[in-house]
């Protein structure tokens, strides 16, 4: 009997192991995500919605559990955000807009400038998106913030800056989404 009931728990604790963190909006968000040999866990995740659109669930994964910006922005070492797009399809140019209005809601002139560059980099990576689509966004201290789309890199933008200014756009004092903000740090 003790080896029986130790065989059932032990594959419940591999089953469970490999179940989501939590369903958010019919998408299974993973407990935890890698960004290289780093493994990070899921802050929080919620909704974007824009009216009464559902638009993506985005998905904040850190190395420590932070429940403010400004400990997600002190924390050293990669993090990452994963959006699961919801809408039925996406333009580029609706994303690089809300990409462009994150960045001037929460950056002031002088940031704008530094990062008009790099900002234009990463607005060329992004085509349409369909729902069913994931955007990844890894940002790595050493080598930069990559953009994944689809399961494929389009874009590593350098800098710790730029990182930092793409984290305020969920995170700052201006977010895409005030519930979404709330969700990402675990509220």
């Not at 591999?14 to 963190?21: G, N, Q, T, V, Y």
């Not at 866990?41 to 919605?49: E, F, I, P, Y």
């Not at 009464?52 to 924390?75: H, M, R, T």
């Not at 955000?81 to 140019?93: P, T």
Request: aromatic letters at 8%; a negative charge; hydrophobic letters at 45%.
């Amino acid at each position: 009997m003790r080896v029986g009931a130790a065989v059932v728990l032990c594959i419940l604790l591999i089953f469970s192991s490999a179940l989501p963190a939590r369903e958010v909006a019919g998408i299974d968000v993973a407990e935890s995500a890698r960004v290289g040999d780093v493994a990070l866990d899921l802050n929080g995740a919620g909704v974007r919605w824009k009216f009464f659109f559902k638009i993506y669930v985005g998905a904040l994964y850190l190395s420590g559990k932070a429940d403010n910006p400004e400990a997600v922005y002190a924390q050293v070492g990669p993090k990452r955000i994963d959006m699961h797009i919801l809408y039925d399809e996406i333009s580029r140019d609706d994303l690089v807009e809300a990409w462009n209005d994150g960045f001037e809601g929460n950056l002031n002139s002088g940031e704008l400038a530094a990062l008009k560059s790099r900002i234009a980099d990463f607005n060329r990576s992004f085509s349409d998106v369909k729902a069913g689509d994931q955007i990844r966004l890894e940002m790595a201290p050493a080598t930069g913030t990559s953009v994944w789309i689809r399961g494929e890199q389009k874009a590593t933008i350098p800098g710790d800056d730029f990182a930092l200014a793409l984290l305020k756009i969920w995170l700052g004092n201006s977010p895409a989404d005030n519930g979404l903000k709330s969700a990402m740090l675990g509220g």
